[in-house]
């Protein structure tokens, strides 16, 4: 694990852009497509709120604006860059690169112990994205490695999302749910602890290895007319022993929600 460097840039924002991009803009991109007219240019205002495993922290509270671009090749969602590799018959392949919604600042941590730890930086991540649209929902799978420091490991899942909605370009509501394996090196960067780091913290020395979450959603969109959409979700993350073990770490499971205003342009 390598310690990390202290940045000004406002991160908040992108961090939580991240966590909103792929539900928010997911919903309003598949209703387009399965319209008539194609959506190009959003922009959206979205609030969300963001539980982390932690301990010393409480839910983040986000207002933050998105924007969204789908083309025939590339699109733009929140802090994601995506090209389409594959697309047919409601199968898309396409590879991407963004900005991973995972991080840890000790500076903004409550316990003393958990302050004098390493930073946990946000990873660059790049990898391929595969979908595929079926009359009995949407499954989904990605694989994603960081860019910045390939030591770090990676993390893989695999999706289903089921609509009750028979208008699906209008409205869109249903369960989710996701399966995610983390690398024992993903793992280890944001959750394990150092010999130096248990050294001067008093903590116990921790490493982790591989590790499976589970990922359950609600999920909803709504045309509002031809320009305003409206979506939202809430989910809850069951977390893997080999996580929850960590002295860093509090809780069986996390809890997030958002909702998300958009108009194209």
């Known amino acids: 694990m390598t310690k990390t460097k202290q940045t000004h840039a406002p991160r908040k924002a992108l961090y939580s852009a991240f966590l909103l991009a792929n539900s928010a803009f997911g919903g309003v991109t598949i209703a387009a497509e399965e319209s008539a007219e194609r ?11 963001v539980d982390a495993a932690y301990k010393g922290r409480n839910n983040e509270t986000f207002v933050v604006p998105v ?35 995972f991080r840890f600042e000790p500076k903004k941590n409550r316990i003393d112990a ?29 694989t994603l490695v960081n860019v910045r420091d390939f030591d770090t490991g990676y993390r893989s899942s695999v999706g289903y999302f089921y609509s009750f909605s028979k208008q699906p370009s209008i409205w869109q509501f249903g369960p989710r749910i996701d399966v995610s394996y983390i690398s024992g090196s993903f793992a280890d960067y944001f959750y394990g602890i150092s010999a130096a780091e248990a050294q001067r913290s008093g903590l116990s020395e921790y490493k982790s290895k591989n590790s499976w979450n589970t990922t359950l959603s609600l999920e909803g969109f709504m045309r509002l007319n031809a320009r305003w959409s409206l979506a939202g979700s809430v989910t809850r993350t069951f ?3 080999e996580i929850r073990n960590s002295p860093m770490t509090e809780g069986s499971h996390t809890t997030s929600a958002f909702v998300f205003l958009s108009y194209q342009l």
């Open 67 to 101: 924007v969204g671009y789908e083309g025939e090749k590339v699109y733009f969602r929140g802090v994601q860059l995506g090209y389409r590799l594959y697309r047919k018959q409601g199968a898309e392949l396409a590879a991407v690169l963004s900005v991973a919604p």
């Open 239 to 241: 977390i893997d022993d």
């Open 114 to 142: 958990l302050k004098l730890l390493d930073q946990r930086d946000f990873r660059i991540e790049t990898g391929l994205k595969y979908s595929q649209h079926t009359q009995y929902g949407r499954i989904s799978a990605e």
């Open 39 to 49: 959506s190009n240019w959003r922009v959206g205002l979205a609030v969300a709120s």
